[in-house]
């Protein structure tokens, strides 16, 4: 589809990540394809979304608790 895409072939391009919903809907090049087809189709792909990360470096208390799980005692915030 992308390739497709790229020689500004947009029908090819839609019959392709077509396919690929229909042959392997549950997996993540399906997600894209699906994200494409939106796109193609004036809307919006969304991407892949994850959830929020944790805050790096993590907090004083945190990395203590992760130290200490490690048998490293008192660390500094950052230093992990």
């Known amino acids: 589809g992308k390739a497709y895409e ?9 019959e392709a990540y077509g396919k690929v919903l ?3 809907p549950t997996d993540y090049y399906a997600y894209r394809a699906f994200g ?5 189709r004036g809307q919006e792909d ?3 979304r994850t ?6 470096p993590p907090p004083a208390a945190d990395a203590d608790v992760l130290a200490a799980s490690l048998g490293h005692g008192h660390v500094q915030a950052g230093l992990l």
């Open 51 to 56: 959830l929020a990360q944790p805050p790096y």
């Open 22 to 24: 229909a042959q392997f």
């Open 46 to 48: 969304q991407g892949w």
């Open 36 to 40: 494409r087809l939106s796109a193609l």
């Open 6 to 14: 790229a020689l500004g072939q947009g029908a090819k391009a839609q």
